[in-house]
C-alpha cells in the first residue's frame, strides 16, 4: 500500500492541487473585480477554466499517470461533446437572441 501511494504522491499531491485551484480560482474572482474588456474577460476565464480542468483530470482522474492514448482519447471525446453540443445549441441561442433584440 505505502508503494502505490509513494508513486502517486499520497495526499500531498491533492492538497497541492486544492491548493492550485484556490489560488485559480481567487484569480478568475480578481480578473472579475477589476472591469476588464469584456473580450479579455471572457479569454482569461476560459484559460483559467482550462487550466483547472487541466489540474483535476491530471490529479484527481488520476491522469497524468496513464498512457499518452488514454489521454488523448479523453481529450478528443471531450472536444467532440463539446462541439456536438455546440452545433445543437447554437441555432436555439441565435434565436433567443434574435428575439431579444426584437423585444
Known amino acids: 500500500m505505502a508503494e502505490k501511494e509513494h508513486a502517486h504522491g499520497g495526499y500531498r499531491?491533492?492538497?497541492?492541487?486544492?491548493?492550485?485551484?484556490?489560488?485559480?480560482?481567487?484569480?478568475?474572482?480578481?480578473?472579475?473585480?477589476?472591469?476588464?474588456?469584456?473580450?479579455?474577460?471572457?479569454?482569461?476565464?476560459?484559460?483559467?477554466?482550462?487550466?483547472?480542468?487541466?489540474?483535476?483530470?491530471?490529479n484527481f482522474m488520476h491522469l497524468r499517470f496513464e498512457r499518452l492514448n488514454l489521454i488523448v482519447m479523453v481529450v478528443v471525446g471531450l472536444l467532440i461533446t463539446g462541439a456536438v453540443l455546440f452545433v445543437l445549441i447554437y441555432p436555439d441561442g441565435l434565436r433567443v437572441l434574435q428575439l431579444s433584440k426584437a423585444s
Open 13 to 58: 499531491l491533492y492538497w497541492v492541487t486544492w491548493l492550485w485551484l484556490l489560488i485559480l480560482t481567487i484569480f478568475m474572482i480578481g480578473f472579475e473585480v477589476l472591469h476588464l474588456p469584456r473580450l479579455f474577460l471572457v479569454l482569461a476565464l476560459v484559460v483559467f477554466m482550462l487550466t483547472k480542468a487541466a489540474f483535476i483530470a491530471g
